[in-house]
């Protein structure tokens, strides 16, 4: 064998070495860089890996944009069931699928009702002593806000047959007074303001809500009753409205929270915004509700 051919011979023998040396090392570099980056795409999602903040940031970002959904129970007081039946329609047509169930009653048959577990996401009573009442059974869902105030006023028969221009009227021998009962937020406005004008009332008979007392006054069956502004206004025709001054001393403010046992707390927050928001207050001053004014979200 010639020189050149031995060279030639062990070049090749060389060269085969180098890439069976050179090829394992690619080989398993080529493995750690895939797995590396297989690693990164899948970091957290193995099994007992902890992936907690990133799923906490994303079902943060997806709850974030949520629209309501679902049906929610609103107890409100009676005297809102004009204003409240017109806002949960406005909330169903903003918001498809879902349903505001409304309850109306006197504030604290509703107070109580809640504390006995009746199923509420919303309550919204006319004073601020019965909210306070399911506050301080611990009922509440975060704080309440004041929306609106209302303030008494004298409802009599068309014409004024009984011809009542004052509250001193209504103690009048033979009248037939109707108020509310006491436990009522209309009936201790009522107690207040008689007791500011030093006028002893004796009502023919005390009713638990306040479009009762509206009602038989409307019907005949009483010549006066001590009702809210915006009953009257709401009744149109049927009766008509004295003011009188001693009223300012006995101002309702009317707040609303979410129930703490609601079963719907997101369409629950979203409903009081609307209440509380600049839609629920053209509807109220509409219906002759006033501002709730300094001191809104406390209730002591």
Known sequence: MTRTSTRTAVSAS???????????AAVLLLTVLTGCAAGGAAQGTGPGEDNSAGNSAGNSAAGSGAKPEGTITVFA????????????????????????????AGSSDLASQISQGAPADVFAPADLANMKKVQDAGLVDGAARNFATNTLAIAVAPGNPAEITALKDLARPGLKLV????????????????????????????????????????????????????DIKAAGSKVAGIQFPESGSAVNTYPIAGVAGGRNKAAARAFLDLVTGPEGRRVLAAAGFGPAGIGDGSVK
């Not at 007081?77 to 409304?102: I, Q």
């Not at 002893?200 to 306040?210: D, G, M, Q, Y």
């Not at 009602?215 to 010549?223: C, H, R």
């Open 14 to 24: 060389l060269a085969r070495l180098l890439s069976l040396a050179v090829l394992p």
């Open 77 to 104: 007081a009676a005297s809102l069931k004009g204003t409240f039946t017109e806002l949960a329609r406005t909330f169903e047509a903003e918001n498809p699928g879902t349903t505001v169930a409304l309850s109306f």
């Open 179 to 230: 108020t509310c009962a006491r436990q009522v937020p209309c009936g201790t406005a009522a107690a207040t303001a008689a007791e500011a004008a030093g006028v002893a009332l004796n009502p023919v008979s005390e009713e638990n809500a306040v479009t009762d007392v509206l009602g038989k006054v409307a019907s005949g069956e009483a010549d006066a009753g001590l009702v809210y502004g915006t």
